[in-house]
């Protein structure tokens, strides 16, 4: 009887606290009703190749309907711009890098989970994702689960944490053991 009593724990405690499709509709309508957005962000990479996280900062900003600019000032200048389908990576001195979305399933997930994020658009968070979130607006959690064979081979999980319309925090789990935080901090 031990068996069933832990597998329903365990169940439950895998269920949100509190969950109501009404405030995903709301965090999502909040998000969206801002045409633009800027933060300052500060990112902590874990790579399971590296005894220690990388660490930047920097100004990001987001423009409706799909642009993406980070502008990484620490610790080394870099300006990734993800506009439409095509990535870009600047760095002074160093020729511009291109990247297309449509080349790589990896680099259209997570693109589209960063802009997807900010922008609240939630349908393009289902195309690759089971969504669900917990909490009342004023500190809310969008979790995404792997909704796909393309993306379980990319990214185990996913959370953004907000408050109302914003976001405070984008977390990135990655398959191979890499680990992504964003944490911003709007800009008014």
């Known amino acids: 009887m031990r068996a ?13 606290a509190y ?24 990112e902590e990479k874990h790579i399971s190749s590296l005894t220690q996280p990388l660490q930047s900062r920097g100004q990001m900003v ?15 200048p870099e300006t990734l711009v993800i506009a439409g389908r095509e990535v870009s990576i600047s760095r002074p001195g160093a020729a511009t ?17 960063l802009r997807g994020a900010l922008a609240g658009d939630v349908a393009a968070l ?14 809310w959690r969008i979790t995404l689960l792997p909704g796909g064979n393309v ?14 319309a914003e976001v405070r925090q984008i977390d990135i789990a990655q398959v191979g053991g890499d680990e992504q935080r964003i944490m911003l901090t709007p800009e008014r």
């Open 19 to 42: 969950a109501d499709p009404a405030i995903l509709r709301q965090i999502a309508e909040g998000l969206a009703s801002q045409p633009s957005r800027t933060a300052s962000f500060t």
């Open 151 to 164: 993306t379980a081979q990319v990214v185990r999980r996913a959370t953004i944490d907000g408050s109302f």
């Open 62 to 76: 987001f423009r409706k309907p799909d642009t993406l600019e980070q502008h990484t000032t620490a610790p080394h």
């Open 126 to 139: 289902r195309r690759h994702f089971r969504v669900s979130e917990a909490g009342p607006l004023s500190a």
């Open 4 to 16: 069933p009593r832990c597998l329903l724990a365990g169940l439950l405690a895998a269920v949100p």
């Open 97 to 113: 890098r291109r990247l297309s979305t449509g080349d790589s399933p990896a680099l259209r997930i997570l693109a589209d989970t």
